[in-house]
């Protein structure tokens, strides 16, 4: 693996900045080469193994990566070994043959235990700089692009102009499992635990905007009170990357 990946080099900037670590970097998310694809379906299906033993629920996210792209990599996401078994289906030699690395990654999505994702977006109005998160429960933060009224996860979307101000709710869409109550006091909780963040995303958000970014958004995940930083976007990544 000598050339980086684009997308690691985005994830290796937020360590730059305290955001994450090298280390948490490598625990979290597994790397593979595309000629390595035997020790990729032996490393994850030896992971679901281990995790179905307990009764939480969790989500393997399979991701293809091209060294030259860092957005809009296709993933595939993995529940069980039934959805394991499958895989080989959709990874065909041709297919895999247009990526240069396998990555897998795992998150927390069991009901039973507090497991929230989400996006912080600052983007300029005429106006003012205003803040935008849109969080979900129990799922992927990917899901936020096709989150619909008949989504079966709970969704909240808000707005504040600045830090240290309280966020007003512009939309809720609750579960079977939680209601909009639940939704309400859960997500004002997190967004202490963003607050608690707020010099190293400040730091972060106003290197990228030496680039001339307008649009930032940071993904973020919080697990029984952990908060741990995914991944990042703007409105012109290769300023950064290239």
């Known amino acids: 693996m000598q050339t980086l990946p684009l997308k690691w080099k985005k994830y290796l900037m937020m360590a730059e900045y305290n955001l994450t670590t090298i280390e948490n970097l490598e625990k979290q998310i597994f790397r593979f080469s595309i000629d390595k694809i035997a020790d990729f379906y032996y490393a994850l299906k030896k992971e679901i193994i281990h995790y179905e033993k307990y009764l939480y629920k969790n989500l393997f996210v399979v991701k293809l990566v091209k060294n030259d792209a860092y957005f809009m990599l296709p993933n595939i996401r993995v529940h069980n070994l039934n959805e394991f078994n499958d895989l080989s289906n959709k990874l065909t030699n041709n297919y895999l043959s247009l990526f240069d690395e396998i990555w897998?990654?795992?998150t927390l999505i069991d009901d039973s235990v507090f497991s929230v994702a989400g996006r912080f977006c600052v983007y300029e109005t005429n106006r003012y700089s205003a803040q935008l998160v849109e969080q979900l429960w129990n799922r992927s933060p990917r899901l936020i692009e096709i989150m619909s009224n008949k989504s079966d996860f709970a969704y909240v979307r808000a707005e504040r102009i600045e830090w240290g101000r309280r966020y007003k709710i512009l939309e809720i869409h609750p579960s079977d499992e939680i209601?909009?109550?639940?939704?309400?006091?859960?997500?004002?909780?997190?967004?202490?635990?963003?607050?608690?963040?707020?010099?190293?995303?400040?730091?972060?958000?106003?290197?990228?905007?030496?680039?001339?970014?307008?649009?930032?958004?940071?993904?973020?995940?919080?697990?029984?009170?952990?908060?741990?930083?995914?991944?990042?976007?703007?409105?012109?990544?290769?300023?950064?990357?290239?």
């Open 179 to 242: 209601n909009d109550e639940k939704i309400k006091t859960q997500f004002y909780y997190s967004m202490l635990e963003l607050e608690r963040n707020r010099e190293k995303i400040e730091l972060f958000i106003l290197h990228l905007r030496s680039f001339g970014l307008e649009i930032i958004s940071i993904e973020y995940k919080i697990i029984n009170g952990f908060i741990s930083f995914i991944d990042w976007d703007t409105n012109n990544d290769s300023l950064v990357l290239r």
């Open 104 to 106: 897998f990654c795992k």
